[in-house]
């Protein structure tokens, strides 16, 4: 299987903890997001990566969301010091340079309790 | 930077057409189309740059009209499948941010 892979798929955690997801992304694509979703509403943007270069992070995300893309492969988003209102679903997704098409992920379901 | 969508939820019969707008308030370099069914991530439909072409495939078809910085979503002849969310997503120009829309609910009924 060659599609975008997040890991992991189901995430329920105490408020206060850190979670961490793991977006694969294809294996040519240069171009890497992500996004949260919540029931009933579109993709909120969070991050962009162009390669290993983190090019644009929301104002919306506070301190406590960060994420990388080392050798510019796959990529990790942490998000410390849960909170409720984090409950989502976020989503990976990887573009190639030319197209701009998105290809996206199941996605990772983040509970907080 | 929310592209602003209208309808917000539309039911058609089987066979009857339907349009989908996007608006955005910045000047657009592309728009692109996705599909979400509930519980499923988003699926790509189709990508328009500027330059207001129109494109589309099977019963589907976009326009994007650049100095009006809006784009339309036209579903003609409607399936059951065509069901779910439809997302339009601009883009400010190359190798910046990816912004989806407020969405449109589709519900095909037989």
């Known amino acids: 299987d060659t599609g975008v892979s997040q890991d992991p798929r189901h995430k329920i955690t105490k408020r206060g903890q850190n979670v961490t997801f793991r977006c694969d992304p294809i294996s040519e694509h240069n171009r890497l997001y992500w996004y949260r979703q919540t029931l009933g509403q579109g993709p909120e943007f969070l991050t962009y990566?162009?390669?290993?270069?983190?090019?644009?992070k929301s104002r919306l995300l506070s301190d406590r969301f960060s994420a990388e893309r080392p050798k510019g492969s796959f990529s990790t988003l942490e998000i410390q010091r849960t909170e409720q209102g984090d409950s989502a679903m976020y989503l990976c997704?990887?573009?190639?340079?030319?197209?701009?098409?998105?290809?996206f992920g199941e996605g990772s379901r983040l509970t907080v309790l | 930077q929310q592209p602003v969508q209208s309808p917000q939820a539309v039911i058609l019969r089987e066979g009857e057409d339907a349009v989908i707008n996007c608006s955005s308030s910045k000047a657009l370099y592309s728009v692109h189309w996705y599909r979400q069914k509930h519980g499923e991530a988003p699926v790509f439909l189709m990508i328009l740059l500027k330059g207001g072409e129109q494109k589309g495939h099977e019963k589907i078809s976009a326009s994007f009209n650049e100095k009006k910085q809006q784009s339309s979503l036209y579903l003609t002849a409607s399936q059951l499948s065509y069901s779910g969310t439809y997302f339009c997503g601009t883009e400010l120009g190359t190798g910046n941010q990816f912004y989806f829309g407020t969405g449109t609910s589709l519900t095909v009924i037989p």
């Open positions: 997704a990887s573009s190639p340079q030319i197209t701009g098409e998105l290809f």
């Open positions: 990566f162009q390669n290993e270069a983190q090019l644009e």
